[in-house]
């Protein structure tokens, strides 16, 4: 029997179709909710979902090239106050959000924070370097420079 998947199981993506044992599918796959019997009709919409899904991961995937080509390298800097006890530490630390904030500040592109991985925790003035993975397989270094803000009395 041909069925369609609508999960994961074993060896099959959700999406595919293939050929399973008639028990196996009576039994176990369709009680289950994991597929559904492959009829033309289901077939088709299935193809042109898959088509759709595909065409709009292509479209992520250039979208996060292009991300990867304006920002990748790029020098951030992010002025802080310090602690008043120590010079070198800064009050409270930079996160992920103040990143993605700093990134639609200044080329107007929004980057989901929990794409953003800082790899050391940023608790002192200095130079660090923050991971950028946009996609599956496209990722992209930046850097931020954090410098001490002194307000005026």
């Given amino acids: 029997m041909r069925v369609l998947f609508l999960q994961d199981v074993n060896n099959s993506k959700i999406g595919s179709i293939s050929n399973v044992s008639d028990g196996f599918a009576r039994n176990y796959l ?3 909710g994991l597929a559904v019997k492959a009829t033309k009709d289901v077939e088709k ?3 042109e979902k898959l088509n759709s899904s595909m065409r709009k991961k292509i479209l992520e995937e250039t979208e996060a090239k292009n991300m990867v080509d304006k920002i990748g390298g790029q020098i951030f800097e992010i002025s802080v106050k310090s602690s008043g006890t120590d010079s070198k530490k800064i009050f409270g630390t930079v996160t992920s959000k103040d990143v993605a904030k700093i990134i639609k500040e200044k080329f107007n592109i929004d980057v989901d924070r929990k794409k953003i991985i800082i790899q050391e925790k940023i608790n ?9 993975k946009l996609f599956h397989n496209v990722e992209t270094t930046v850097y931020l420079d954090i410098i001490e803000k002194f307000e005026l009395e």
């Fill in 45 to 47: 919409v299935a193809k």
């Fill in 30 to 32: 369709f009680p289950r």
């Fill in 124 to 132: 002192s003035f200095g130079r660090f370097s923050c991971l950028l």
